[in-house]
């Protein structure tokens, strides 16, 4: 029982790490592109990104209950 709790724990902090490295790079390449312009390989790049912040935000909310 608490073997699980720590692992579900662990895997919770790892997947809100990695959103949170998402949204970083998500305005990171937000600012890149006002500076330099806006390519559509970057807004396709911006857009994945925004899709895979969202698909971890679901699954990090179904892991907290």
């Not at 724990?9 to 790490?17: C, F, G, S, T």
């Not at 592109?33 to 971890?56: H, M, P, V």
């Amino acid at each position: 029982m608490i073997k699980s709790y720590f692992r579900k724990r662990k895997h919770i902090r790892e997947v809100q790490k990695y959103l949170d490295m998402l949204m970083i790079d998500n305005v990171n390449l937000s600012i890149q592109a006002s500076r330099f312009g806006w390519t559509e390989d970057l807004q396709n790049q911006i857009t994945n990104s925004a899709l895979l912040i969202r698909k971890y935000q679901r699954r990090l909310r179904l892991l907290r209950f």
